[in-house]
């Protein structure tokens, strides 16, 4: 398949909210699940939302094995997340740092709930509902934000803690984000 491009903040699509995928396991789902694997792979990015490439169906995945973007980011495992309902199993809050793709050269401090409930279907259209917690529950939230038309600068509480990624951690490789 093909890596596509990523739209940036200010494009008015990111901010529109996704339709529910109405068919489950069709070439056409297969096929930009595909392009958003390349997309996510080509740019090292720890998840993706349908609506970042132009898709507007609820359509996110996400997965981190080994990450340069996230050097201490704990395992979480690949997967393909459609019609995804998110709960709030406790109020306990954290703030972590967090890039977008849509957002390349930059990084914020971003308070997410720190347990999470995650229901939804697989590309076959099973059924998925896992409950998680720390960095796996930040990025199933931030990719599912997506879906709602919002960008992770929205939930900040503090805009000090945004900048540039090379300014905020210059031992980082440098990167395109």
Known sequence: MTA?????????????????????????LHALVADMRDTMQALNGAGLAAPQI???????????????????????????????????????MEDGWEGCLSLPGVRGKVPRHKRLRYRGHDLAGQPIDRTVSGFHARVVQHECDHLNGILYPMRMTDMRQFGFTEVLFPNLAPMEE
């Open 4 to 28: 596509r491009a990523v739209l940036k903040m200010g494009d008015a699509r990111l901010l529109e909210p996704a339709r529910p995928v109405a068919a489950f396991n069709t070439p056409e």
């Open 54 to 92: 132009g898709v507007g169906l609820q359509v996110v995945i996400f997965g981190v094995a080994k990450n340069p973007r996230y050097p201490e980011a704990e395992m979480v495992p690949d997967t393909v997340l459609l019609n995804p309902v998110l709960e709030y199993p406790g109020d306990e």
